[in-house]
């Protein structure tokens, strides 16, 4: 991995107890997240990839918990701080957006109220509410907000999906973070306002300075907007590096296969061939490649735990071919 990181997440493994057992939902994740870089995470529902950033900013509630690992931002282990620093951090430096803004949004309160109230939380520059809420308007104009000091009064229902989510982006932006988490930020939007929304996300990157972590199920969309990319399955990184490089020639099956499942405009007739099978139970999880069971390229030395492995500059991919 690269140094220095702005977050380096090592062996990180986050597990909720059930009555049936326990879900290993994030089991030995390591990534970095480089400054002003947007790092793609990508994968299946129920990868990992939600569960590792809410273990970043500790909004892992019981039945979950952080089992092991290190957590380092600013030079501190946020798994080790005390409820209230992190508290303080979040919003502040690390900001979140998640993946439906209209249930992420408190209906009772206009989004000003929403958008003051983190303001004048993390923000001890701001004299007092005038001074929040003239900050709340700039940035809503910032955003492409029409008429920005009138839409302050009125209420998340009375917003577009894709207003909505410049709302949530606003309310994230709003203490100018070093990074912001960007949970599938264009979950129920078509493909217009989609565009909108990522291409919004790129622009405050690149005028606020800050790091990106674009949480997607959409390898096109991380092609498009991402530096470096993560792929993850059944709770584990099986692949990163830049972009280009992971799309253009893909080390680990699993990233070959999801490549192979995405219609290609360029070649329409190309037959789209799904991955066979189906995720590992995480609540039961084998002591041997997590992937095997799905994988054309199986062979007896895939049958035990595969760490990553170097697969050439800045990439890593958990599989025994790259060592062979």
């Given amino acids: 991995m690269s140094d220095p990181a702005l977050l380096a997440i090592r062996g990180l493994r986050t597990w909720?107890?059930?009555?049936?057992?326990?879900?290993?939902?994030?089991?030995?994740?390591?990534?970095?997240?480089?400054?002003?870089?947007?790092?793609g995470v990508v994968g299946e529902s129920g990868s990992g990839k939600t569960a590792t950033f809410l273990s970043v900013l500790g909004l892992?509630?019981?039945?979950?918990?952080?089992?092991a690992g290190q957590i380092i931002f600013g030079g501190r282990d946020l798994a080790q701080l005390p409820a209230a620093e992190l508290r303080a951090l979040r919003g502040r430096d690390i900001a979140i957006t998640m993946q439906d803004a209209l249930t992420a949004l408190n209906p009772a309160l206009t989004v000003g109220e929403q958008i003051v109230e983190t303001i004048r939380a993390h923000d001890r520059?701001?004299?007092?509410?005038?001074?929040?809420?003239?900050?709340?308007v700039e940035l809503l104009r910032l955003v492409g907000m029409p008429e920005p000091e009138r839409r302050?009064?009125?209420?998340?229902?009375?917003?577009?999906?894709?207003?909505?989510?410049?709302?949530?982006?606003?309310?994230a932006l709003s203490c100018r973070?070093?990074?912001?988490?960007?949970?599938?930020?264009?979950?129920?939007?078509?493909?217009?306002?989609?565009?909108q929304v990522l291409d919004l996300i790129a622009t405050m990157r690149r005028q606020l300075g800050m790091s990106v972590v674009l949480i997607s199920h959409n390898l096109g969309v991380v092609a498009e907007y991402c530096d470096r990319v993560a792929l993850m399955y059944a709770g584990q990184v099986v692949e990163s590096g830049p972009t280009?490089?992971?799309?253009?020639?893909?080390?680990?099956?699993?990233t070959q296969g999801l490549l192979r499942s995405m219609p290609l405009l360029s070649d329409p007739d190309r037959p789209i061939r799904p991955i066979a099978g189906q995720v590992p139970d995480l609540i039961d999880l084998p002591e041997e490649c997590r992937f095997l069971p799905r994988c054309p390229h199986a062979a007896d030395a895939c049958r035990h735990d595969i760490r990553l492995l170097p697969a050439g500059a800045g990439r890593w991919a958990r599989c025994v071919r790259i060592a062979a």
């Fill in 16 to 39: 909720f107890t059930t009555r049936q057992g326990v879900v290993k939902a994030v089991d030995g994740v390591d990534l970095d997240v480089l400054p002003g870089e947007c790092l």
């Fill in 60 to 67: 892992v509630k019981p039945p979950g918990r952080i089992e």
């Fill in 125 to 136: 520059g701001v004299a007092g509410p005038a001074a929040a809420r003239a900050r709340a």
């Fill in 152 to 171: 302050l009064g009125d209420y998340p229902h009375q917003f577009s999906g894709g207003m909505r989510q410049r709302v949530m982006i606003t309310i």
């Fill in 177 to 195: 973070p070093k990074l912001l988490i960007a949970d599938e930020p264009t979950t129920a939007l078509d493909v217009t306002i989609q565009a």
């Fill in 244 to 254: 280009r490089a992971v799309i253009a020639a893909p080390r680990h099956p699993y």
